[in-house]
């Protein structure tokens, strides 16, 4: 008897993402657009990485924290866009076995506690380049730099490969739909029959540690930077700084209200009801803003792109016109 409920409670191998269903018309539209964000995406910050590694100019911590975050940004949409695409196309049919389901979880929890910490880490170094230039290179070095890389990245294998360990511990045996375009940790909480509660309390735990500190810490550090920039005596540098802050305050701003909303605030069925359309926010627009607000917008990341034209462009035409000669002669 005891052997027969151990099967039941094994028989699901594979969830069904509902995803986007009914769309009607706007299947081939939606895919079109997200497949043009995905396009995008991905050029943008693998044009960051490129800049930042082939160009002197850029190697600095601040540029440092860029491409790393350029490199989070690929992995993190290249984890949830494809699988989504695949969805959208074939009208919510998309299936995926549990395992990679729970995988696909546990990188997106990776990827994104490491984005936030990544981010207080980057609001640091704003606030000392601005409010203590002159202790900013001892302050903002590239060990130190590497170090809070490093520490983002190994404080989020850590908390999430206790998430990791209690989802393997779970049993699903009764529906597989999952109402999401992805494997979002409440949805699949919603279909397992063992006891969630550990679970449920240790990812808010996490969620508290993970988003809250680097969120606070971001605001408090950019309220300092307003607060330097308010005092500058150029009217047009004023506006610039203010103009660029801004901007980082807004994407940071939709980053963590939209994390907090979905795994922090209670899972009432109002919430429970927007959290797709919330996670768009943080899973599609965060990584096609970040490249575009932190870098593309840079005078110093414009400049470096422009060198790198002037450098690889001339190689371009001597190897088309070496070729385009060849191919007379023959």
């Known amino acids: 008897?005891?052997?027969?409920?151990?099967?039941?409670?094994?028989?699901?191998?594979?969830?069904?993402?509902?995803?986007?269903?009914?769309?009607?018309?706007?299947?081939?539209?939606?895919?079109?657009?997200?497949?043009?964000?995905?396009?995008?995406?991905?050029?943008?910050?693998?044009?960051?990485?490129?800049?930042?590694?082939?160009?002197?100019?850029?190697?600095?911590?601040m540029y440092l924290f860029l491409s790393n975050l350029s490199c989070l940004e690929i992995c993190y949409s290249s984890n949830i866009l494809p699988m989504m695409l695949s969805n959208v196309l074939y009208g919510?049919?998309?299936?995926?076995?549990?395992?990679?389901?729970?995988?696909?979880?546990?990188?997106?929890?990776?990827?994104?506690?490491?984005?936030?910490?990544?981010?207080?880490?980057?609001?640091?170094?704003?606030?000392?380049?601005?409010?203590?230039?002159?202790?900013?290179?001892?302050?903002?070095?590239?060990?130190?730099?590497?170090?809070l890389i490093a520490g983002s990245w190994i404080n989020s294998l850590l908390v999430m490969g206790i998430v990791l360990y209690l989802m393997f511990k779970l049993k699903f045996c009764g529906p597989n739909e999952i109402n999401h375009f992805f494997c979002e940790l409440n949805p699949i909480l919603k279909l397992a029959?063992?006891?969630?509660?550990?679970?449920?309390?240790?990812?808010?735990?996490?969620?508290?540690?993970?988003i809250l500190p680097p969120f606070f810490l971001t605001l408090l550090s950019y309220s300092y930077i307003i607060f330097n920039i308010m005092r500058m005596s150029s009217v047009s540098g004023r506006k610039k700084a203010?103009?660029?802050?801004?901007?980082?305050?807004?994407?940071?701003?939709?980053?963590?209200?939209?994390?907090?909303?979905?795994?922090?605030?209670?899972?009432?069925d109002s919430l429970r009801n927007i959290n797709k359309v919330l996670s768009l926010f943080y899973t599609i627009l965060t990584p096609l803003f970040n490249p575009l607000i932190y870098s593309l917008r840079n005078r110093e990341v414009k400049e470096a792109y422009r060198r790198g034209i002037a450098k690889w462009t001339p190689l371009y035409v001597r190897i088309y016109l070496k070729l385009s000669v060849r191919d007379t002669q023959q």
């Open 193 to 210: 029959c063992s006891d969630t509660r550990l679970i449920e309390l240790v990812t808010i735990s996490i969620s508290v540690v993970c």
């Open 92 to 147: 919510g049919q998309k299936t995926i076995p549990v395992t990679g389901c729970i995988m696909q979880h546990y990188l997106f929890g990776l990827l994104g506690s490491s984005e936030c910490c990544l981010l207080g880490a980057m609001s640091y170094d704003r606030y000392v380049a601005i409010c203590k230039p002159l202790h900013y290179t001892i302050l903002m070095n590239n060990r130190v730099c590497l170090q």
């Open 242 to 268: 203010f103009s660029t802050c801004s901007s980082h305050l807004v994407v940071v701003s939709i980053f963590y209200s939209t994390l907090m909303i979905v795994y922090i605030l209670p899972k009432t």
């Open 1 to 61: 008897m005891e052997k027969m409920e151990e099967k039941n409670l094994t028989d699901i191998m594979e969830f069904h993402l509902v995803g986007f269903v009914g769309l009607g018309d706007l299947q081939v539209p939606l895919f079109c657009l997200f497949l043009l964000i995905y396009i995008a995406t991905m050029a943008g910050n693998i044009l960051i990485i490129l800049l930042v590694a082939t160009d002197p100019h850029l190697h600095t911590p």
